[in-house]
C-alpha cells in the first residue's frame, strides 16, 4: 500500500537555524498538509496545500514557516529560525481529493524536531 | 470554530470484550468524521470516516463508528476486543465547508487490552 515518507525521522536543530522538513506524499494525491504535535498536546492543523499554492493556514503558521513543493514527489516544511517552542512531531499528510469526495488524509510517520 | 472532545485519556478492556472510544465534536454545519489510530513511533493510520448516508459506519479491522447528530457524538466501537488494538486513538472532525480540508482532532484514547 502507498505510504507517505518523510525523512529525517529526528532532526535536532539550534534555536535559531533553519530547518526543512521533508515529505513524499503518495504519488496521485493532489493535496498536501502539515500537522503538528506538541508533546503531551493534540495533533495541529499548520497548513494545508493545492494546486501549488496554500489554500489554508492556522494562525501558528506565521512568516516564520513555508512550505514548497519543489518537484513533482517532494513536499517540504521550512521553519526560518526556529525557537524552543517549535520542539514537536512534525506530520506531513496528503489525500486525493477535497472537497465534497473528501477523501481521507494519509499520514507520514513524523519527524521529530528538537530545538536546543 | 470546530472542536473535539475524547473525554477519556485511557480505555482498559479485557480481549474479547466490547470496546468503545467516545468522541463528541462542535463543527459549524454538518460535520465530516474521522478516526485514526496511532501505533508507537507511527503515524496517524485511517480507520472510518462518516461523511453522509448511514450513521453506522463500518471501517478497518473490524471497527465501527455510529454517528449521533442530535448528541453531536461519533462513539467508536468493536464488538470484541483484541490485544493488538492497544493503540492510541484519535477523533477528528472537519467542516464542510472548509477550504483547506482542515482536521480538528480530539487530545486521544489510550485503549490498554487485556488478555
Known amino acids: 500500500e502507498p505510504e507517505v515518507t518523510q525523512t529525517p525521522s529526528h532532526q535536532v536543530t539550534q534555536m535559531g537555524q533553519e530547518v526543512i522538513l521533508r515529505c513524499v506524499p503518495i504519488s496521485n494525491h493532489l493535496y498536501f498538509y502539515w500537522y503538528r504535535q506538541i508533546l503531551g498536546q493534540k495533533v495541529e492543523f499548520l497548513v494545508s496545500?493545492?494546486?501549488?499554492?496554500?489554500?489554508?493556514k492556522s494562525e501558528i503558521f506565521d512568516d516564520q514557516f513555508s512550505v514548497e513543493r519543489p518537484d513533482g514527489s517532494n513536499f517540504t516544511l521550512k521553519i526560518r529560525s526556529t525557537k524552543l517552542e517549535d520542539s514537536a512531531m512534525y506530520f506531513c499528510a496528503s489525500s486525493l481529493e477535497g472537497g465534497p469526495r473528501n477523501q481521507p488524509q494519509h499520514f507520514g510517520d513524523g519527524t521529530r524536531l528538537s530545538i536546543l | 470554530a470546530q472542536s473535539v472532545a475524547q473525554p477519556e485519556d485511557q480505555v482498559n478492556v479485557a480481549e474479547g470484550n466490547p470496546l468503545t472510544v467516545k468522541c463528541t465534536y462542535s463543527v459549524s454545519g454538518n460535520p465530516y468524521l474521522f478516526w485514526y489510530v496511532q501505533y508507537p513511533n507511527r503515524g496517524l493510520q485511517f480507520l472510518l470516516k462518516?461523511?453522509?448516508?448511514?450513521?453506522l459506519v463500518k471501517g478497518s479491522y473490524g471497527f465501527e463508528a455510529e454517528f449521533n447528530k442530535s448528541q453531536t457524538s461519533f462513539h467508536l466501537k468493536k464488538p470484541s476486543a483484541l490485544v493488538s488494538d492497544s493503540a492510541l486513538y484519535f477523533c477528528a472532525v472537519r467542516a464542510r465547508a472548509a477550504a483547506g480540508n482542515k482536521l480538528t482532532f480530539g487530545g486521544g484514547t489510550r485503549v490498554l487490552v487485556k488478555p
Open positions: 462518516y461523511i453522509t448516508g448511514d450513521n
Open positions: 496545500f493545492y494546486n501549488n499554492e496554500i489554500s489554508e
